[in-house]
């Protein structure tokens, strides 16, 4: 992408809300994957725009699913430090999930701190427990349910466990926080995925571009909604001090994993080439990483 055409994605990024849910436009490619952006207030609401913009949930849950909803339950913040996915968002998607017909839903993480405090502390524990329909599964990560799974066309991995409930599952949503990663720069969708995984993570860290690449051929989002409501743009992924958050009051969705967070990466005025791994996914065949490729719907609510 030029720097011309960053502009133009950046200035779609920037653009104001107005009062009341209002459809503000189509821009830059003509066809190629679609990716709304709805900005505003509060979370469930712009999160429940974001994805009608796509055609709803019915688009891509149907009727008995058995749903992975996975959000970063990674550490043991508030909602206001900005390194967990909100807990708005995250129930909305659950809700949204039983709207659509859902068999089961099921949330759960593979945490960096203490499971039990980061689930608490994060506020998605508590606000999934509230919603208090048996379809919903709240669960923590059981370390003896990874399957190894073969990565045939892997260029670093050819081989990694993952979470036999996102192996089972009919449909995987991917719903990340948006923020900044010492490692990968920035992590998103295709970063959230070591969520799913087992075995020694930290050792994918050494070459994270070609990793995340690798990871995301086996292990295919349906649907990515991108919390973008704050964004933490240092000291990530862990963060922990409030000066490091930005309000964006932004969610972004997407069948197209690569093509949702290349647009979330324009809110860190961010390129492709920056984030050295949406482009050897795009390489790979695994989403559009162009900005020019890319049909950004654009909300306010």
Same mark, same amino acid.
């Given at each position: ?46 999160? *429940? ?12 849950? !149907?009727? *008995? ?7 970063? @339950?990674?550490?043991?913040? +508030? ?6 996915? +909100? ?18 839903? !099921? ?23 509230? @919603? ?18 073969? @990565? ?45 995984? *087992? ?16 990871? +995301? ?51 860190? *005025? !961010? ?8 482009? @050897? ?16 719907? !654009?909300?306010?609510?």
């Amino acid at each position: 992408m030029n720097r011309r055409s960053f502009i133009k994605a950046s200035a779609i990024a920037g653009a104001g809300a107005v009062i009341g849910p209002s459809f503000i436009g189509e821009a830059l490619a003509l066809d190629g994957p679609l990716v709304s952006m709805a900005k505003g207030t509060p979370p469930a609401r712009i999160t *429940g725009a974001a994805v009608e913009a796509l055609g709803g949930m019915g688009a891509f849950v !149907k009727k *008995g699913d058995v749903v992975v909803v996975k959000p970063n @339950i990674g550490w043991d913040r +508030n909602p206001a430090q900005a390194a967990d996915t +909100n807990p708005d968002v995250v129930t909305e998607v659950i809700r949204m999930c039983l709207d659509a017909g859902a068999r089961k839903v !099921k949330v759960f993480d593979r945490t960096c701190n203490d499971a039990r405090r980061c689930y608490e502390n994060s506020g998605i524990g508590p606000a999934v427990e509230n @919603i208090k329909d048996p379809r919903v599964e709240l669960s923590f990560v059981d370390e003896r349910r990874y399957r190894m799974v073969d @990565i045939p066309d892997g260029k670093l991995i050819r081989r990694w466990p993952v979470y036999e409930d996102v192996l089972n599952a009919d449909k995987f949503i991917n719903v990340p926080v948006a923020k900044h990663h010492s490692a990968a720069l920035l992590t998103m969708g295709m970063k959230n995925v070591l969520g799913v995984i *087992g075995s020694n993570r930290a050792v994918l860290h050494r070459e994270i571009n070609d990793a995340l690449p690798d990871l +995301n051929r086996v292990i295919k989002s349906h649907l990515t909604i991108i919390d973008a409501t704050r964004i933490l743009v240092a000291n990530g992924p862990q963060g922990g001090r409030l000066q490091d958050v930005r309000q964006t009051k932004t969610v972004i969705a997407s069948a197209d994993i690569v093509a949702a967070d290349t647009v979330a990466a324009t809110l860190f *005025g !961010k390129t492709p080439k920056e984030v050295h791994y949406l482009q @050897i996914a795009q390489d790979a065949g695994l989403g559009v990483a162009d900005i020019n490729k890319i049909r950004l719907k !654009k909300i306010s609510v």
